[in-house]
Each structure stands twice: as structure tokens, then as C-alpha cells.
């Protein structure tokens, strides 16, 4: 979220789990407190709560020494499903790798029945349930609750995974097969869908 005067000074997160102030601010949600990324005068980033009730519309408020900010409504879905882009947009090259961890672009095509992994944000509740601002874990996986499927190109890819990244807090993958007679270019569509919500439409190079 975006504001002014909202925390003291620049800071970010060194430890997981994630704090819940960060340089004297704090972010509550529906009366949970966020678990914080990173705070400055402009700019909170925080993980919204893994508990908040779905098809709510909870309240945001900002909390710090001498301040509340007014309260601002936020609605609560079960998924919006959101593809990570290079130029922090959501537009243009997706945050697409191959199994090398390699970026998919026009200098690492990929092709046909190859494997790749989209990064992303917003997929939802998982199994098992994980406890906000924690890391995931590399066993068992925390896959996603609400199906998620993929289209490239126009064309459906076989989803093989969809879940959290091990190690990591409130990062999503999603891992698909690139399917056969897909469009060939240096900015193929892959679109992520969940309830049938789309996501952004972010891209890939395919040869």
C-alpha cells in the first residue's frame, strides 16, 4: 500500500518469520496484524493474513507511535490469481523460468512439452494450511485449494504443480507443460485462471 509519513524511515524484513512492525509501523487487517516485508514513509508491503475470512470486506488501517491512519475497506476473494512480470507491472515478460532456473525470453526459448515455472501471487488458501508470514515448506508441499489451470498461447497447459515456493513467504508457483502446436514468438500469452478469475496476461518466448 501506498501513503505518506507511514513509517519512520526505510526498512525491510531480515528474518522470517516476517515481523509484523517494521521501522515503527504496523498494518492491521481486519483486525489481524500483517506480517510486514517492508516499510518507509511512502510505501508498506506486507503479506495480507492467511486467516481473513473470504468474501469479506475487512478493514486496512495503519498503525504507528503517535498515529491510526483512516481506515481504508479492502475486499477478501478466495483466489486473484496474479503473474509476477520483469518490469514490475504486470505487463510484458513474465517472471517465467525453465528448470535450469533460467528466464524464458526471446535469449531461452522454450519449446513444446518443455516444463516451466511461473512465478505469482494471490493463488489462496493451501493444503496443508500455512500460517501467515511463515515460510513454506519443502515437505509436504503447500499446494493451492482452488484448482488453478493455465493457458498458453491461447491453448490449456497441463498444470503439474500449483502451490507455495518452498522457502519463501506467500510466493506462488506455478509449474506447466508447454503444450504442442502452441503459437511461436518471443511474447507467447500464458494466462493463469482460478475460479474463473483470470490473471494478467504476461508473456514468454516459445520456438
Known amino acids: 500500500m501506498f501513503g505518506a509519513n507511514l513509517a519512520s524511515s526505510a526498512a ?3 528474518s522470517l518469520p516476517l515481523p509484523k512492525t517494521l521501522a515503527g509501523a504496523s498494518l492491521q487487517v481486519g483486525g489481524y496484524e500483517a506480517p510486514l516485508f517492508y516499510s518507509s ?3 508498506i508491503n506486507a503479506q495480507l493474513p492467511f486467516e481473513l475470512a473470504l ?4 478493514q486496512l488501517i495503519v498503525k504507528g507511535a503517535d498515529f491510526v491512519t483512516v481506515p481504508e475497506t479492502i475486499t477478501v476473494a478466495a483466489a486473484r490469481p496474479g503473474i509476477f512480470t520483469t518490469t514490475q507491472d504486470g505487463k510484458g ?3 517465467i ?4 532456473n533460467r528466464l524464458v525470453d526471446a535469449n531461452n526459448p522454450a519449446k513444446a512439452g518443455d516444463v516451466v515455472v511461473v512465478y505469482c501471487t494471490g493463488l489462496g488458501a493451501t493444503n496443508p494450511a500455512m500460517r501467515s508470514g511463515e515460510a513454506a515448506p519443502p515437505s509436504p508441499l503447500a499446494r493451492v485449494v482452488t484448482p488453478a489451470t493455465v493457458t498458453i498461447g491461447g491453448q490449456p497447459g497441463a498444470v503439474q504443480f500449483a502451490g507455495l515456493t518452498p522457502g519463501f513467504v506467500g510466493l506462488y508457483q506455478v509449474n506447466v507443460q508447454i503444450p504442442s502446436g502452441v503459437a511461436l514468438g518471443s511474447s507467447v500469452p500464458l494466462v493463469i485462471s482460478q475460479d474463473g478469475v483470470p490473471s494478467n496476461a504476461a ?3 516459445i520456438r
Open 12 to 14: 525491510g524484513a531480515s
Open 41 to 43: 514513509g511512502g510505501q
Open 55 to 58: 468474501n469479506t470486506r475487512p
Open 93 to 95: 515478460q513474465g517472471v
Open 97 to 100: 523460468m525453465d528448470v535450469a
Open 203 to 205: 508473456t514468454l518466448a
